[in-house]
Structure formats: C-alpha cells, structure tokens
C-alpha cells in the first residue's frame, strides 16, 4: 500500500502519524485538571453536606437508565452531530456505557446522520440510532428522513428537547426548543411520541422499534426531554422494556390460491417487483416462484430482488407482452401498466396490453400518509393483497406447484427455451454497446464501470449506489446474484443521499470484511461531503469512484427539452444554473482534506484501471479511499 500512497502523490503523512501528532499536542489553552478537580469527578469533595451534594451532582441520571434500554433492544450505532439538548444521554453513552453497543458515530451535519441510518438499514436488516438536536436538527435531517420514509427504510430517530419552559436557560436553548418538535417531520414518519417520565420512555422507545420494523417499514421518532436525562432517576422500579418483533403479515390464503389459479391460466404472466427482498431468503423466495411459472421477473431494483444473471431476469419491455401481470411490493402499480408523456398537453398511454389483468401484493396499503404524494396514482388492480410480499411468496409458490397441470408443466420447457435466448441476446448486446466511446474523453460510464469490475471481480464486493444516472452500466455488466451486492434507489431521489448511504451500508458490510464500492455523483456529493470525514474517522473501508460530469446534467435535459419544445436553441445557455466548473471543483481535494486518500482528477481512460487499483489497496487495508474521475454525462 506504501507505494500506492507514494505514487498517487497524495502528500499526507499518513493516518498513524496525524493521530500521533495529536495527542502529542495540547489542546490550545487547556490546562491540566488539579487533583481538586479530578476528585470531584469522582466523588464528594471533602467538607460538602448531604444537601449540597444533592445539588451539585447527579448519582444515578435518567439518561443512564435511557441507555439502558437503548441496549436492551439491540441498537448497536448512534449516529450525531452533537448537541446539547440531548448532552446528559451523549455522557451516559460515552461513560455509563464505554461507547461500545452503541457506538456514536460522529457526523457533521444531520442530514449526514439519517442518510447513514437509512444505508445501514438497507445492508445490515438492523435500524441505527440518530440523535437529533432540538427543533435545528430535525430540520437539518429532514431531507434524509424523507428519503428513508419514501425507501421503507426504519431508523430510531432521538430529538433531544426542552419542553417545561420555565427549566430552558434563556437564549439559544429557547430557540432549539419546541412545544411539538416532531412536528416538522411528521407527514414522513410512521410514529412519534414525547415521553414525559422515565418508564413513559422504556415503553416508547420498545413501541418504535416494533412499529419501524414492522411492513411497511419507516422511521419512527421519540423524543428525550432534557430533565429527564439530566435528573436523578430515583428508586423507582424502573424496567428497560424488551420487545419481540411483529412477524411480517401474510396474504389471505384464499387470495393466494385464487393468484396461483391466475398465473397458471396466464399464457405470459410476468413478474414486476420493486421494494421486495429485505435479504438473500427473498430473493429465492422469487426465484423459486419464477422458475416454478417460467414466468420472466422485471426488477425495478428498489432491492436487489432477482439475480441479473438468472435467464428470466427481463427488461420493462416484457410487460407488453403480459396477459397477468404480478406486482410485488410496487410503490407505482399504474406506471408498470401506463405511462405520461412529457409533452405540453400531458397524456397518458398504456404499456402493457389492453386484456392485461393486474394482481397486487404489497403492504403500502397498511400504512400511509396523504401530504407528501410518494404513494402514486391510483391503480384499480383486478386482484389486490395487502400483505408483505417476500412473507406471502412460500405460500404462493406451494399453490402454483400444487395447481399445476401435466400440460403447464410440458409448456414450461417452451417458455424457458425462450426466456434463455431473450437473456443471452440481452446481455450481448450490453458488452457490444459497451464498446463504444471506449477511449472517449471524458471517461464513459460504461468504461468506468469495467474497468471498476476489473478491481472488485476477485473480491466479496458490494455496489452500495444507485447505477441510475450512469445507464445502469452496473445491472448491464456486473453479474449481481446477492441480495448484499446491490442497495437499490434512495427513494425520494432527494440530493445529498449518495455519500452517507454508501458509509452506512460499508458499515453494515464491514464485520464481513466485504468490498465495498460508491460510484458517486458529483453534484450529490456537494450536498454531504463531510460523509467522508466520518468515514476515515471511524475506519470505515469504502471506495468511493466519482461520476463527475461537472454539472446537474438531469437539469440540463429538462432545459434541453423545455428550449427544444420552445424552438429557442441551447447550445450556450444550458451551463446557467446546471455546470459546475468554473472554477473546477477539486472533489478529490475535498475527500483529501476530510483525511481520506484520494487521487484525481482522471482524465485519460488509459489511466483509470491503475488508479483503482491503488487505491483498492488502501480500502483492503480498512481505510477509505477516493478517486475523482471526468465522466461523460450519462
């Protein structure tokens, strides 16, 4: 790894010898604690009375017994951007607790925090803690909370305040605090309570993990009245709440035998599913059941749903053709079946065919809120079951099997001979229309991600992006047969999202030892960059790639299509308002000075693969590494 280091001329001294550094130094005008001081850390100072020992110091806080029952029900991360309104828990959990189960995970902006929860979550299976301070940081975590809401991803989020007004010391303590501070995020959470003494907490806290992890899953959120942290608990009987999960809900049995009938009536039933497989055990789940139909699977890849190598994994072009369409989990039933135009006079058009008829399984319908309008149009689906679809699957697949015919069975050696010819051609023509541009300047993204699979193919590697914005070069190329190897959207495509998700989810990938990968937007990436201090912070391995195409190039084709559409040319004035360049932004210097290794601009693809291959050394050595890459736009 040192001549890595060495040859990307990076210029730092290292991880090892910074840290030195510092603890070497003193902290600039802090002096020595007195041995005075050291014993009132510790115990009563001679001379104090029973009263004012009972005035200065606080033997037993709530916040010890808050922690408590955060480790009773399993949170192994907290992740914060401290603040004061919630100091009595962040010292239990530094002292009481040691820092370890959980660990506070330091972050530099909220929005950073709650995106890392949401990117644990969506690895891990497990929700992460987010500690949020008073009416500031909840506005701050907003945009993240959202995405997590629109991802069905559930975190724990902890809003420290001060309710009892008369208690606040005047100032700043006033202006972070709120009567309903959870007001703010409301409409984008399942639940939220302000639990006014201790025992109120314990059984708060074991009814939001119960309720976020139940389908469909979404973040909850409890806050901790400052009084109550910093307080003496007293001699009650206090009792850290467990709690036992909710199996998810199961479709009804009779729903599920009239879909098998369905399937197996279908001439081309075609399988859509979107926010499916919470893990590996999903993904069978729908391999069996598409093997046992030989119907072909559309993965919209909100999880990673369906092996891309497996011979019935279809395009959206497969819903054409489909006489019973199954949904499964689909946020957007009506965009599978129709579509709208992006014209001046909006329409709608079917996709799929006329006779086409639609079964539903999903739990949207178990829950959700009516402001924010991520639930989609409305679609009348002639049959719909409100239950979780990966639970439902077993129970489905048994009634196909049981149901089918000696004559379905003969068809299905057809229907795979097909579906094969269909996937081999597919794949084909994705290396063929890889080629192209293949020595272009910027780099392209099809080159980009092959030569990036050059680097992970030989190691247990995890894509924790979206592939979206880069052609979805990564579904097209890279055989991603494991629920781990693919993290899905971010769900309310809101910016900001990509950097913190990726360390989160290299988290949750790290006590494997997994490989983690970040292709990361370059404007998504001015939204939380201090994501990559966090990273190198805590020693999180991560290798992050950038598709830096130097602008918002999704906004220069709405302008594109709005001059075009306008007849006014934009061969100049796409760059108002969409470049980033002009000055160039240095991101890797940005990645350099969050202490993370990094190297870049490339701007010749010939020197991309070795690159990568440095600092793929640096990841395997636990630590993060940054490369920023030109890119061509899409």
């Known amino acids: 790894m040192a001549a890595g280091l060495a040859a990307a001329g990076v210029g730092a001294a290292g991880k090892a010898s910074a840290t030195q550094a510092a603890g070497d130094a003193q902290e600039p005008g802090a002096m020595p604690p007195t041995a005075a001081q050291e014993a009132m850390e510790s115990e009563i100072p001679d001379g104090y009375t029973a009263g004012q020992a009972r005035e200065y110091f606080v033997r037993n806080p709530g916040s010890d017994f808050m922690l408590d029952v955060i480790r009773r029900l399993g949170l192994e991360y907290i992740a914060t951007n401290p603040g004061s309104s919630f100091r009595g828990l962040q010292e239990s959990i530094v002292n009481y607790g040691g820092n370890q189960a959980p660990e506070l995970l330091t972050c530099v902006h909220e929005e950073q925090a709650a995106a890392m929860a949401h990117g644990y979550y969506k690895v891990g299976g497990k929700p992460m803690g987010v500690l949020c301070h008073g009416t500031v940081g909840l506005q701050h975590a907003s ?30 303590e006033w202006s972070h605090s709120a009567q309903d501070c959870v007001r703010v995020i409301r409409d984008y959470i399942k639940w939220d309570d302000m639990p006014l003494s201790l025992q109120h907490y314990a059984e708060s806290m074991a009814r939001g993990l119960k309720i976020a992890m139940t389908p469909p899953a979404g973040p909850v959120a409890v806050v901790l009245d400052g009084h109550l942290q910093e307080a003496e608990a007293g001699d009650r009987d206090l009792v850290p709440t467990a709690v036992s999960l909710n199996r998810p809900p199961i479709g009804d049995e009779g729903a599920v035998g009239e879909t098998a009938r369905m399937l197996l009536e279908a001439e081309s039933p075609v399988i859509v599913a979107d926010l499916m497989a919470r893990d590996q055990e999903g993904v069978d789940r729908l391999v069996a059941l598409a093997e046992a139909l030989q119907a072909p699977v559309v993965n919209q890849f909100g999880r ?12 959206a072009a497969a819903v054409a053709q489909a006489d019973v369409v199954l949904g499964l989990e689909l946020f957007d039933v009506w965009g599978v079946i129709n579509t709208v135009r992006d014209r001046v006079h909006r329409d709608s058009v079917r996709k799929a065919r006329p006779d086409a008829r639609v079964i539903s399984i999903g739990s949207n319908d178990l829950f959700t809120r009516s402001n924010y309008q991520n639930f989609q149009r409305f679609y009348l689906s002639d049959l719909s079951i409100a239950g979780d679809a990966q639970a439902t699957l077993p129970l489905l697949t048994d009634a196909v099997l049981s149901a089918m015919t000696p004559a379905r069975r003969a068809s299905n050696a057809a229907r795979e001979a097909s579906w094969r010819e269909i996937h081999s051609r597919a794949r084909g023509q994705a290396l063929d229309d890889a080629r192209y541009g293949w020595n272009a300047v910027p780099v392209s993204t099809a080159r980009l991600y092959a030569e990036l699979w050059q680097v992970v193919k030989d190691r247990d590697w995890a894509l924790v992006s979206d592939d979206g914005a880069q052609s979805r070069w990564a579904r097209r190329l890279w055989p991603i047969e494991r629920h781990y190897q693919y993290i899905g959207r971010s769900g309310g495509a809101g910016l900001g999202y990509g950097a913190p998700a990726a360390v989160g989810a290299a988290l949750a990938h790290r006590p494997q030892g997994r490989f983690a990968v970040n292709v990361q937007k370059d404007g998504d990436m001015m939204y939380t960059p201090g994501a990559f201090w966090t990273a190198a912070y805590h020693g999180i391995p991560l290798l992050t790639v950038t598709h830096n195409n130097q602008g918002y190039h999704q906004e220069y084709m709405h302008l594109q299509r709005m001059a075009a559409r306008r007849q006014r040319g934009i061969e100049s004035s796409w760059r108002v308002g969409n470049e980033l360049r002009n000055p160039d932004i240095d991101l890797a210097g940005i990645a350099r000075a969050t202490g993370v290794w990094a190297e870049g601009p490339i701007l010749d693809p010939a020197d991309l693969g070795p690159a990568l291959a440095r600092a793929a050394e640096v990841v395997d050595g636990g630590e993060p590494a940054f490369v920023d890459v030109r890119c061509q736009p899409r």
């Open 143 to 172: 945009m993240a909370v959202y995405n997590a809401w629109c991802d069905r991803a559930p975190m724990i989020l902890l809003a420290g305040n001060h309710l009892e007004a008369t208690d606040r010391r005047a100032g700043v």
């Open 304 to 315: 990673m749903n369906f092996p891309n190598t497996h011979y019935l994994s279809q395009g």
